[in-house]
């Protein structure tokens, strides 16, 4: 029954069962979210180009090959967000929302990379992420990352890490990038060509390269802990003196810069051996400068941005996940007759009991409808036949205890049914 059309390269259908647990993973985040005061916005899927410009930075992997970037019918230069820290901060700026002061916020969405399709690697793929805005100091990046950990902790996913990092800030970076120059310039001739050409731009994503030829040199390059300020290293010593008051286990790794040019201070990412090439399935940090460069007052912030799809990957491979509870009621007519009796009981049960109520309206036989109730994850089959119409009742069987029970046909008998659930 394949159509003559494909679903874009890049992109997925979400389709059941596998659905039930996206619903389940987001419903477990927004009350994670509100149990750490976080409350949602929600933002376009498309935003002028010129924002992802400014706000993601040119010399990163997004703006420079991955951005969904047309030109629409009224000759607007527009992009399909490609991350959602960007179009947050325009909107809370649009919004006003900083004039009452600190600002905590989570979305959950679709972003859009052009990228080579792969697992774990999508060009349509799903994001939850919080942004905490007007804290500069340790608790907010404490706060943002336990809400992470949180999550990661309550699916169980034994082999996540996280991996920490500080990369300083105004005042110290130049002295860092000076100290990279120093080290890479000599030798630039042997680089990747997409070193070659980020070295004058930022030397710092020199060190995130994934290309082989340039392993050795960025392997040997100094460390940026060395040239930390004083500001810097205080405020890196107490994310960590957090951490290790809350129990939380992490691993600093030096080399670690993170993607996105808005960071400063504090990066994190959340990694698991499982997703293979893919390794990070969260990546965050502190990013001080964005609001003001985007036209706002200076204002300190701290986010992260989680995907979904690798997240899911992380679960299934590690838990997989367990059958739902069954519940509800597979109503099972057999002829004309008695299913126009049931249709109103299962209309019934569904408004005034709550009850979640299935009903197959074809002439199938008792078995096949028996498939549709498992499929379906019912609880009880109320069965009503030829036999059972002429003696006036109603087949209850519980699907799990394998027990069965006449209730009469007569009066309100969607009371008489959750009457028999206990
Ligand atoms: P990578 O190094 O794998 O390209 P990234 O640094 O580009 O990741 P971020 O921009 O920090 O990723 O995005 C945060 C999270 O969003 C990632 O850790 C990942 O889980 C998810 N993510 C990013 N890009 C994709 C994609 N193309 N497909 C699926 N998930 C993605
Ligand atoms: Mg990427």
Redesign the pocket.
Known sequence: MASNFAAPR?TQDILPPASAQWSALEARIRALAEQFGYAEIRTPIFESTALFARGVGEAT??VEK?MYTFVDRGGREITLR??FTAPVVRAVLEGNLLAAGPLRLFYLGP?F?Y?R?QK????Q???F?VECFGFEGPEADLEVIALAWSLVRAYGIDDARIVLNSIGDAACRPRYRAALLEHFRPHAATLSEESQRRLERNPLRVL?SKDPRDAALVASAPALESTLCDGCRAHFDAVRGYLDLLGIPYVVDPSMV???DYYERTVF??TSGILG????????GRYDGLVASLGGPPTPAVG????????LLMVAACAPPAPPARSGYQAIALGAQARSRLVPIVARLRDAYGRAAFMDYGDRRVKAQFKIADRNGARYALILGTDELERGELVRRDLVDRTEQRLPLAGDVAAAIVEAER
């Open positions: 890049g992997d997004i991955e490609p991350e972003i990379r990228e399709p774990g690697r999508y060009r793929a799903h994001q992420g995130d993170r993607g996105l990412e959340i090439a893919q390794s990070s399935v969260c990546g965050g992260f941005a989680l995907g979904i799809e690798r997240f």
